[in-house]
């Protein structure tokens, strides 16, 4: 197996970052005159078309964690990974329909100035300071770690030369403002999935072919044979992944929890919406979710091709990391399968991904900073070049921070998909809870909405190390606790999300009710809660949208049933 790029994989990688590279550079020159504009260079307002917006949510979404990390996992797990991706189709209709009315109508541009604009600066401020760690610290770091990692695995590149020109290559991408950013990620997302397919046809090939067969449809059945087990969506408890995915809760638990807060209340891809109207916004959200209905043909399919493959006897030495069994070595090896060339075309995919998840973090980490923190609290009378100038400074310093503690939080022993989803889970459903009740219940507080902030956070800690304190095991026959690795019972992680946000909402209905009513505030001139701008009218679809969401919702019925 070749564990290098060989000249050919050279040219084709050459010929895909000139390609990125020149075109970002041609739309940066061909707006020069607007990059000076803190909304045009952040939100590229207005000039964003629908596939653009689409193709960027996915560009910024899909990264080295799906594609190693959740080959890994269906190398792992199996089938039941996808409903990440699958369910976040469903999310996005979810967030077309609902929360981008909102943020439009009421001209949100940013996560903290909608905090600011229903609740009050305390709030505001906190979630600001507190995204840009989360963005910087977890999410930055493990994005570029892995992508590195991947890269070096596959080209035998030092670690550290690979880390440094993702970054270079990404820093490029960002300085030229979010309207770069979301015309480039088209290029990106056609490279990550004309390369993806590429390595999908090849691993279901080896698997027709080690049967004595041809074809990748009869790779797919066999796989269906050889790895049954693999093939269930929703896990029974005695499934030894249900803590990672457990049972129904995929369907009417944590899962909307953690896909509604990702998609709909978070800067990183809702920013990619914002500067366009509605319409075009909505039909940008609704080509995302198709594209997502077919993220794990690229991504996951590979990992239980892998499995059976590995099963049968191959990949022996090649899945072994530190003498142990390691999924996610699954994708790079079935890369280093490629030839000269495919090989190339498929490293372009993973670096595109890469590069696309690291520029669209980059820039709402300088976003948030700019509009947020800079502008609210340092300098309120900055001009629009000296944000942007600001906004620049920002992206190059978070990337360098991001290079230099990314080794040294552990991301490659945790796994970077477990690694962002066990981090961001904390704080998940406090934060989705206070968006919720503040679009659609305008009695809903400032002081509600911290307590969501700061006792979600608290109790998703407690739920954590509980079992530390206490045994569990009680809670088994009830679903809500089943037996690690190490056989002490704990609850899954999503259902600890769905317990947490429903203590949420009700600590937050409860205060807000305890307070004075909004408008005997108003007049006693204290802050307290602010209401939006909503009207029913606003979450009227068109019949297009509406034919085209039934239609993504009859396709995730029919996989659903299918593969139960």
Not at 422 to 440: H, K
Not at 458 to 476: A, G, I
Request: glycine share 8%.
């Amino acid at each position: 197996m070749q564990k290098s790029l060989q000249f050919l994989d050279y040219v084709v990688f050459l010929v895909y970052f000139v390609i990125v590279a020149g075109y970002g550079l041609y739309i940066y020159k061909k707006k020069k005159r607007q990059t000076t504009d803190s909304k045009d260079f952040f939100l590229a307002e207005g000039s964003l078309t629908w596939w653009a917006i689409g193709a960027s949510l996915i560009a910024s979404n899909i990264s080295a964690e799906q594609f190693i990390g959740m080959a890994g996992s269906g190398f792992n797990i199996g089938l039941a990974i996808s409903t990440y991706e699958w369910m976040a189709a469903a999310t996005l209709i979810i967030v077309a329909v609902f929360f981008l009315p909102i943020y439009l109508k009421n001209k949100i541009y940013t996560m903290p100035q909608f905090l600011l604009t229903r609740y009050n600066k305390t709030v505001s401020t906190i979630m600001a300071v507190f995204w840009l760690l989360l963005y910087v610290v977890v999410n930055l770091t493990s994005i570029l770690y892995l992508g590195a990692l991947a890269v070096n695995t596959i080209s035998g590149i030092n670690f550290y030369v690979c880390m440094s020109l993702i970054a270079l290559f990404a820093i490029f991408i960002t300085l030229g403002g979010m309207k770069v950013i979301g015309y480039t990620d088209v290029i990106q997302v056609f490279f990550l999935i004309l390369g993806g397919l590429v390595t999908t046809y090849l691993a279901l090939s080896l698997v027709s072919e080690h049967f004595g067969q041809t074809g990748v449809l009869k790779g797919f059945s066999l796989m269906t044979e050889h790895a049954s087990d693999h093939f269930h969506m929703i896990l029974k408890k005695d499934n030894p992944h249900y803590l990672d995915l457990p049972g129904l809760t995929v369907l009417v638990g944590g899962m909307w929890i953690v896909n509604l807060n990702y998609w709909g209340c978070n800067q990183y891809i809702t920013q990619r919406a914002l500067g366009a109207d509605l319409k075009t916004a909505r039909s940008g959200l609704l080509f995302a979710g198709f594209l997502k209905l077919l993220m794990p043909v690229i991504v996951v399919l590979p990992g239980i091709a892998a499995y059976v493959l590995h099963s049968q006897g191959m990949f022996q030495q090649e899945m072994i990391k530190a003498g142990e069994l390691n999924p996610d070595n699954a994708y790079p090896v079935l890369m280093n399968l490629l030839p000269a060339g495919m090989k190339g075309l498929a490293f372009a995919a993973l670096t595109a991904a890469v590069v696309a998840s690291l520029a669209g973090k980059a820039n709402s980490i300088s976003t948030i900073f700019s509009l947020d923190i800079y502008k609210e609290i340092f300098d309120r009378n900055a001009d629009e070049k000296k944000i942007v100038n600001v906004g620049r400074v920002v992206v190059i310093v978070a990337m360098i921070l991001a290079i230099i503690i990314s080794p040294f939080l552990g991301i490659d022993k945790k796994g970077g998909f477990q690694f962002i989803q066990e981090y961001t889970g904390f704080v998940s459903p406090g934060i989705f809870a206070m968006f919720i009740l503040g679009f659609f219940w305008k009695r809903t507080t400032a002081n509600a909405a911290l307590f969501a902030m700061i006792g979600g956070f608290t109790m998703s800690l407690f739920l954590k190390f509980l079992p530390l304190w206490m045994d569990l095991s009680s809670l088994y026959d009830m679903g809500l606790a089943v037996a690690n690795a190490k056989g002490v019972y704990e609850i899954p992680f999503l259902d600890r999300m769905g317990i947490v946000f429903g203590v949420c909402v009700v600590g937050m209905v409860i205060i807000s009710l305890l307070a004075p009513a909004p408008s005997k505030l108003a007049a006693a001139g204290t802050s307290g809660s602010h209401a939006l701008e909503v009207d029913s009218s606003m979450f009227k679809p068109s019949m297009a949208f509406t034919v085209i969401a039934l239609l993504i919702c009859g396709i995730l019925t029919a996989l659903y049933t299918i593969f139960w």
